[in-house]
Antibody
């Protein structure tokens, strides 16, 4: 059974760093893209970026380029989304999802809620 | 980047009604268009891929059509469990975009 299990909710202060994770199981982690999607409170879905764990090829939405870093450790079948300096506006639910054919998200993680508040 | 304009942003319909949502791309995306359903507090769920293909296990009352820049998503007979927000999503050269979403409610 394909599963994507994300790390737990985080509460951080502005300016702090953060790295959240998404662990894949039940399939060959290196042969599918993993994408990250943001959903701010009460708002729609926003695509942030996507990584191919097999060779770490990474693409970013122009809206998120330079704001976050996406990475993966194929040895432990885990993808990451990280911030070096959080802002209150980063408060959101973040989902990872497995992509087929570069763009079809068949399987989703349960989401990680990130709250940034002073 | 490609923009996706989804309409309406919300709609209210009766059980058994036919519901239609449209999505327009800012440039030709062939059939690189997917549709998702998101219920409150849950992760999105893929319903339709490549504009018109029904994902395995998804009820046949859901369908999609279109190509190029104009796409349509239809629920042929709205059921109470279909209350959710629906999103279109394009993928073009690994640069993805979601539409703004359509919240479907029961009248």
């Amino acid at each position: 059974e394909v599963q994507l299990v994300q790390s737990g909710a985080e509460v951080k202060k502005p300016g702090e760093s953060l790295k959240i994770s998404c662990k894949g199981s039940g399939y060959s982690f290196t042969t599918y893209w993993i994408g990250w999607v943001r959903q701010m409170p009460g708002k729609g879905l926003e695509w942030m970026g996507i990584i191919y764990p097999g060779d770490s090829d990474t693409r970013y939405s122009p809206s998120f380029q330079g704001q976050v870093t996406i990475s993966a450790d194929k040895s432990i079948s885990t993808a990451y989304l990280q911030w070096s300096s959080l802002k209150a506006s980063d408060t959101a639910m973040y989902y990872c999802a497995r992509a087929v054919a570069g763009g079809r998200f068949e399987y989703w993680g349960q989401g990680t809620l990130v709250t940034v508040s002073s | 980047d490609i923009q996706m304009t989804q309409s309406p942003s919300s709609l209210s319909a009766s059980v058994g009604d036919r519901v239609t949502i449209t999505c327009q791309a800012s440039q030709d995306i062939s059939k690189d268009l997917n549709w998702y359903q998101q219920k409150p507090g849950k992760a999105p769920k893929l319903l339709i891929y490549d504009a018109s293909n029904l994902e395995t296990g998804v009820p046949s009352r859901f369908s999609g059509s279109g190509s190029g820049t104009d796409f349509t998503f239809t629920i042929s007979s709205l059921q109470p469990e279909d209350i959710a927000t629906y999103y279109c999503q394009q993928y073009n050269n690994l640069l993805l975009t979601f539409g703004g979403g359509t919240k479907v409610e029961i009248k």
